[in-house]
């Protein structure tokens, strides 16, 4: 999707005075797939999100560099998963220098005033959320969605960050209503479960960041002109 459709416009900002509703799904992108795509689209109509903002990690603090596909190759495959969706489709945190969530959201809060932010991830990351850096900071800074996800939701329930978290549970309709988009807030979203996940495609096709190679070209060079308009 092209960057100046989706700079707010008057109507838009008319629309959502306190700031246009977005979604931020950071991820390795390892490859992207339909599990993506879905729980992007399922979020966005259960939060009311006018858009959600896949950020291709230039890479996962905690996961090794070995298998992880050049960052060209992730982005390019994201970019076709994200087509004819409200998906916008960034590598933002390469232009931002940043690695860890912390530092991305409060950069983006600060350069993107006119947006109402929400993090969301698989139940699988919030099992281990309590290892991301200053995870409690992450979440003073934006509400946090959690999708349910097969395997992950007993660990996810169990987890440490879920016994802080679950004090500032809310529903996904309190996000709706702007005046109550605050942090911490917690929504956990269910819908049908998606077994899709990287690790299976992986192993279908270790070889499969060969097969964008001919388009990454291209999308190495709209990595410099990715950046979202405020
Ligand atoms: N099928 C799914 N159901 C719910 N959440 C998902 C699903 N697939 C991915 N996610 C979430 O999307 C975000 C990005 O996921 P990621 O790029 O790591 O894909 P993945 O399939 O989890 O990869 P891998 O298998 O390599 O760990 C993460 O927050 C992850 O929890
Ligand atoms: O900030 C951290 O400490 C941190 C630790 C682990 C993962 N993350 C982020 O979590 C998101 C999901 O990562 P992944 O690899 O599970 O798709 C991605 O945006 C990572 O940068 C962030």
Known sequence: MAGARHRPGPLLRARHPRGVPTGLL???????HGGHRRITRCAAAALGLDEVWWLVSPGNPLKPVAGMAPL????AAALVQGRRAPIRVTAIERELGTRFTVDTLRALVRRYPR???VWL????????FHRWR???GIARTVPIAVIARPGYDGPAVASPAMAWLSRFRRTAASLHRRAEWSAPALVILRFDPDPRSAT???QADP???RHVSARSLRDRLTLRLIEPQP
């Not at 950071?26 to 992207?32: D, L, R, T, V």
């Not at 060209?72 to 982005?75: C, D, I, K, L, S």
């Open 134 to 136: 200053d995870w409690r």
């Open 115 to 117: 947006r109402r932010f």
């Open 72 to 75: 060209a190759a992730r982005y």
């Open 26 to 32: 950071g991820g390795s992108f390892n490859p992207a």
């Open 207 to 209: 070889d499969w960041a």
């Open 200 to 202: 299976a495609l992986r």
């Open 121 to 128: 991830m698989g139940a699988d990351n919030l099992a281990q």
